[in-house]
């Protein structure tokens, strides 16, 4: 079992930088596929980003290039770097986990989730 909080989300002006972290609890972090999600309002949970245990990553096409996932795994800890933010980035971000080895980019495939961060960029 995993459990997942969120932290680092908050007010920021269009053209600026954030970094979400992820605490996990449970032994098991380290074989965990980790990922970011978020949910725009009136939108359903979109992916953003993972990172595998077996060390890949992978990206929505939306935030390519601008937002970066890592992790530390002597701290159970997942991160999201965000920079270049948009309006459009503003939403709850969610962790989420997956006993996999593999990327996915549905919700359907995680099971390990946290309560979520408000992200908020003003234009």
């Known amino acids: 079992q995993v459990q997942l909080v969120e932290s680092g989300g908050g007010l920021v002006q269009a053209g600026g930088s954030l970094r979400l972290s992820c605490a996990a609890s449970g032994r098991t972090f380290s074989s965990t596929t980790m990922a970011w999600f978020r949910r725009a309002p009136g939108r359903e949970r979109d992916f953003v980003a993972a990172?595998?245990?077996?060390?890949?990553?992978y990206y929505a096409d939306a935030v390519k290039g601008r937002f970066t996932i890592s992790r530390d795994n002597a701290k159970n800890t997942v991160y999201l770097e965000m920079s270049s933010l948009t309006p459009e980035d503003t939403a709850v971000y969610y962790c989420a986990g997956r006993r996999s080895y593999s990327n996915s980019p549905h919700v359907r495939d995680y099971v390990y989730w946290g309560q979520g961060t408000q992200v908020t960029v003003s234009s």
């Open positions: 990172f595998s245990w077996t060390g890949d990553t």
